[in-house]
């Protein structure tokens, strides 16, 4: 059974900061590219960031590049979300994905990712 957990979301002020956290089961996902992508009330699912099967590259939405950061644990089976100066349109829930296919990337569509975490919610205030 393949889950993923994400964890770390809430309430902050703008100009705050969060760390979002992805932890992936039942699989082996240290060879997985993993993603986020967020969603707001009313609005299409948006691309965040998506880091590399090795590591080797990052990738972000527009807008959203020097602000956020993705990484990955040292045990590979863990992803973060780091956000720094949040501002309202930020708010949403965020949601981790895996892309199981060998060698990928990741990037910004999300038909590429086959697993998907339930999500966590990240409202910033004015």
């Known amino acids: 059974q393949v889950q993923l957990v994400e964890s770390g979301g809430g309430l902050v002020q703008a100009g705050g900061s969060l760390r979002l956290s992805c932890v992936a089961s039942g699989r082996t996902f240290s060879s997985y590219a993993m993603g986020w992508f967020r969603q707001a009330p009313g609005k299409e699912r948006e691309f965040v960031a998506a880091?590399?099967?090795?590591?080797?590259?990052?990738y972000y939405g527009d807008s959203l590049k020097g602000r956020f950061t993705i990484s990955r644990g040292g045990a590979k089976n863990t992803v973060y979300l780091q956000m720094n100066s949040l501002k309202p349109e930020d708010t949403a829930v965020y949601h981790c994905a895996a892309d199981p296919s060998p060698g990928h990337s990741g990037g910004s569509y999300h038909g590429v990712y086959d697993y998907w975490g339930q999500g966590t919610q990240v409202t910033v205030s004015s």
């Open positions: 880091i590399s099967w090795d590591d080797s590259s990052t």
